[in-house]
């Protein structure tokens, strides 16, 4: 685990984050999220979403959306090869042998952090839906879906939206999962449940971005918890 401090204050904390993460953006997120997303009231951390781990046949979707390039770090900036939800992505993968999705906006986002974050802003205010680069995947197999993504402007990235409204979830098992700067799950919980009707969203999994390479004992933990895996 990492051994950078963790006691900023709150105070702290939100300047940092109205000054590193953009303020525009944090503003725009906290302000309300008036959406006209879904507004199907799908329980949050309803027990049931543990489904059997027992279940040989249980099969785990995991679809990520991960952006590499300029990106946050402690406070400044640093230049990602690969991004952090898409680390996490293949650590997860490599413990309970899920299937594996990539997300890939048909416009790609910039390299740039500040260029992103605008075009962020500007998606989240207008509600939009980016379109997704490749098709969604047949989802007939799998009884839970892991949903991962970093925190944008304290949500989920609109292009998880797209994503979620393009399949049907019913009777699914859903868990966020999220790399962050502060921000934790954000709002994932709530996203989902608007726009995955009918889904149970189960116990979520947020993991910071600078530290996702020392986080394999909280992904165990977490996979343990929520009965992904069982050993
Ligand atoms: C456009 C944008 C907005 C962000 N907003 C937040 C935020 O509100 N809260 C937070 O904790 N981190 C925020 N971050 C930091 C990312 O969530 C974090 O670096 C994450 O690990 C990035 O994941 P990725 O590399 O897989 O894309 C933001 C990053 C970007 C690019």
């Known amino acids: 685990m990492s051994t950078r401090p963790r006691t900023l204050s709150r ?14 953006a944090l503003t725009a997120a906290t302000s309300g999220c008036s959406t006209t997303d879904r507004t199907d009231p799908t329980p949050i951390h309803d027990p049931t979403s543990r489904l059997s781990s027992q279940d040989a046949d249980r099969k785990v979707l995991l679809a990520y959306f991960s ?12 230049d990602l090869a690969v991004g952090n939800t898409q680390v996490l992505a293949g650590m997860i993968s490599a413990l309970i ?32 839906r980016p379109a997704l680069a490749h098709p969604v995947p047949t989802i007939d197999q799998y009884d839970t ?12 990235p609109r292009i998880m939206t797209t994503f979620t409204e393009s399949l049907d979830l019913t009777g699914r098992a859903i868990h966020p999962v999220t790399t962050h700067a502060m921000s934790g799950l954000g709002t994932t919980e709530r996203d989902y449940a ?38």
């Open 194 to 231: 608007r726009s995955c009707p009918g889904a149970v969203i189960g116990e979520g999994l947020a993991v910071r971005g600078e530290e996702v390479r020392q986080a394999g004992p909280d992904i165990e933990s977490w996979l343990r918890r929520t009965g992904l895996i069982h050993t």
């Open 67 to 78: 952006r590499a390039g300029e990106n946050y770090y402690y406070g400044g900036r640093t």
């Open 97 to 128: 042998g899920c299937d594996l999705h990539r997300i890939d906006a048909a416009d790609p986002y910039p390299a740039d952090y500040m260029a992103t974050v605008a075009r962020n802003v500007r998606e989240q205010n207008a509600n939009a």
């Open 11 to 24: 105070r702290l904390v939100l300047r940092t984050a109205a000054t590193s993460l953009g303020a525009a």
């Open 145 to 156: 879906v892991l949903l991962a993504s970093g925190i944008w402007n304290v949500r989920a």
